[in-house]
């Protein structure tokens, strides 16, 4: 999922400074789950935001939704009706949330209240680890799951540097060495062999080097 992490509530006011009335949107996706942009945590900044402009003596008017996913435009649809009033549109999703309301609501300001970190999963009540990088050609049949360009302080596809000490990354004693965390993994399946093979560079076209990505299911294409 996207984890995301909350701006400043001081940042947040700022972008609507010279707003009277703004809408604030959560997003019932990914941000619920890591905490940051849900409802319960959309009413709350909604609730800060208000006693932070009273206390300044210029008092700020807030209405609040939680849409199912805001990476879909039919769930947007129902902003409708929200937005025709308001000053600006405070985003609590991801920044694909934040762009979508945007594009269809061209003609309102609309402002990030979060900042999206990485794609990751929990590993802890409250924590949260980046484990995909993204790059489209996924090589995890080749690492025993365990990806070397997100896990792998240097993104090394060949092994590891020499930075790795007693099974941890010169970077931090917190932080495993990927590669020999997939070394262990590969040795416990029976397959070292395949890390004999040299793997070649990294196609980067099928990542961000190719401009922004595209997926078509042309099966489930509508018209």
Known sequence: MIIAQQKPIKDIAAM???CKKVLL???AGCVTVCLSGG????EVLASSLRIMRRLQGNPLETVTYTATRQCDPEYIEALENLVKDVDAVVSLACGVGVQYIAERFHDKWVVPAQNTMFVGGSTAHGVWEERCGLCGDCILHRTGGIC???RCSKSILN???G??????CEISKDVDCAW???YDRMKALGKLDKLLEIQPPKDWSKSRDGGPRKAIREDVMIG
């Open 25 to 27: 949107v959560g997003c």
């Open 180 to 182: 020999q965390l997939i």
């Open 148 to 150: 070397p360009i997100i």
């Open 16 to 18: 609507i400074a010279d």
């Open 163 to 168: 930075g790795s000490q007693y099974g941890k």
């Open 39 to 42: 409802e319960k945590e959309t």
């Open 159 to 161: 092994g590891p540097c």
